[in-house]
Nanobody, 123 residues
Framework: VQLQASGGGLVQPGGSLRLSCAAS????????TGWYRQAPGKQRELVAT???????DYAGSVKGRFTISRDNAKNTVYLQTNSLKPEDAAVYYC??????????????????WGQGTQVTVSS
């Protein structure tokens, strides 16, 4: 699966951004899509996930401010980020967990990553 993340930018504290993650390729193999972020000097952390059945989960630090959603017709997952704080600044990545049988009949479990999109929160 190939993923293209977009929508990052510079926003003032309290502002909003909508990040997009467009998928192509073996779409039917996707079991869940997640947004992760990594700030300088910190480990990459999970922000939000959405499963193929629509179930969602959020990190405690963003619950109530961020919303993950998807448009199946566009093969795109969104992350609406509201009430942004300086500590939300990071490079945001999307990743798709995949599950499929390869040409040899073997079950393949994987995670594909998109490129990051920078979110800067500053006045």
């Amino acid at each position: 699966v190939q993923l293209q993340a977009s929508g990052g930018g510079l926003v003032q504290p309290g502002g909003s951004l909508r990040l997009s993650c467009a998928a192509s390729g073996r779409i039917s193999s996707i079991t869940a899509t997640g947004w992760y972020r990594q700030a300088p000097g910190k480990q990459r952390e999970l922000v939000a996930t959405i499963t193929s059945s629509g179930g969602t989960d959020y990190a405690g630090s963003v619950k109530g401010r961020f919303t993950i959603s998807r448009d199946n017709a566009k093969n795109t997952v969104y992350l609406q980020t509201n009430s942004l704080k300086p500590e939300d600044a990071a490079v945001y990545y999307c990743a798709a967990d995949t599950l499929y049988y390869n040409d040899y009949g073997a079950l393949v479990v994987g995670r594909d990553w998109g490129q990051g999109t920078q979110v800067t929160v500053s006045s």
